[in-house]
């Protein structure tokens, strides 16, 4: 199978260590499922290089991605937001960061975390998943969906079974191993 994330990852060293140690491991973490949701936003219309490029920049802009804080962002904040070109200045993108991290406040006081309202959902379909997310989230087209769930470890693929991470993975039990 060609053209998988495998194929051009391992070895490279910006994609290389993403795909080591982040991508379709299971996160536990509500403010690191928030930052994989943000930045899975950022990409569209961009090459994935480009945001692992800006990572750093966007934990800094986006107080390593607290959903309380940004949360409370005003327009002071979406301001500085849009004026810092360490990420990616898209008024859609940065409002849609805001408002979707007041939305997990709302969720979290329903189902107590963000992974919680995920796993409650996990497993249905993806047009069901993106459904969900449309119904709850802005900016979020199938395409974000798919990559954020499959990502974060809800939907599988994120590996090629050949690929040494795969085992890795498996080994953590990620939700998608789960429901098969």
Request: hydrophobic fraction near 45%; proline fraction near 6%.
């Amino acid at each position: 199978m060609a053209d998988h994330y495998c194929d051009y990852a391992i070895g490279d060293p910006l994609h290389g260590p993403y795909h080591d140690t982040e991508y379709g491991f299971p996160i536990a973490d509500d403010d690191f499922l928030f930052a994989r949701l943000v930045l899975e936003i950022n990409q569209a219309g961009l090459s994935w290089a480009t945001i692992l490029k800006k990572k750093s920049n966007f934990f800094a802009a986006y107080d390593n991605f607290d959903i309380a804080k940004v949360a409370t962002y005003g327009e002071t904040a979406r301001a500085r937001l849009l004026a810092d070109a360490g990420i990616i200045r898209n008024r859609l993108k940065v409002n849609a960061a805001i408002v979707n991290a007041g939305r997990l406040i709302g969720i979290r006081a329903e189902d107590g975390s963000f992974k919680a309202w995920l796993d409650k959902h996990h497993p249905q379909e993806l047009a069901d998943w993106v459904k969900l997310f449309r119904a709850n989230f802005k900016f979020t087209g199938p395409e974000i969906v798919r990559e954020f769930l499959v990502s974060s470890g809800y939907l599988p693929d994120a590996h090629r079974p050949d690929c040494p991470i795969y085992a890795e993975i498996a080994k953590l039990n990620p939700p998608w191993m789960r429901s098969q």
